[in-house]
């Protein structure tokens, strides 16, 4: 089975996790997803150039917008949050909603455990959600 995946911010963490999802991950398809559009379209085609396939596309996002990161995720199996941490909160709110499991690179302690908190809530949805799996670069 092939997998739908996301990755929010498409910088340099961003794009090596899309190339990871598509040659190790089973991926049918990844969205790079990022507030500059061309930034988004450069990692995608760098993944898709290193990879040699045209699994990996872009998208425009603001992550700000809730209705449109749930619209972005809805679909979607699995998601890494590559953006600063203080939007992951938020997030981790919109991928209970469009029941996309998560798992985001972290960086502030008191910001994971309001995630933690919404748990009943990622279980109820049919999704895992695993904050604060990056280092700090």
């Known amino acids: 089975m092939a ?7 498409a910088g340099r963490q961003g794009t090596a996790c899309a190339y990871d999802m598509i040659k190790r991950g089973d991926a049918d398809s990844v969205v790079l997803a990022d507030y500059a559009l061309d930034v988004a379209e450069t990692a995608a085609a760098r993944v898709n150039d290193l990879t040699g396939t045209g699994k990996a ?3 425009q996002l603001d992550v ?5 990161v749930v619209a972005a995720l809805t679909g979607i199996d699995a998601f890494l949050s590559a ?7 938020d997030i981790t709110r919109a991928a209970i909603q469009a029941r996309a499991s ?6 502030n302690t008191d910001l ?13 949805a049919g ?11």
């Open 3 to 9: 997998y739908r995946y996301a990755v929010l911010g």
């Open 57 to 59: 596309r872009a998208v």
């Open 64 to 68: 700000t917008d809730s209705e449109a």
């Open 83 to 89: 953006v600063p941490y203080y939007y992951n909160l």
């Open 102 to 107: 998560m798992c985001d690179l972290g960086g």
């Open 112 to 124: 994971v455990r309001q995630q933690l908190s919404l748990a009943a809530e990622a279980r109820a």
């Open 127 to 137: 999704i895992s959600v695993i904050p604060d799996c990056g280092q700090v670069p």
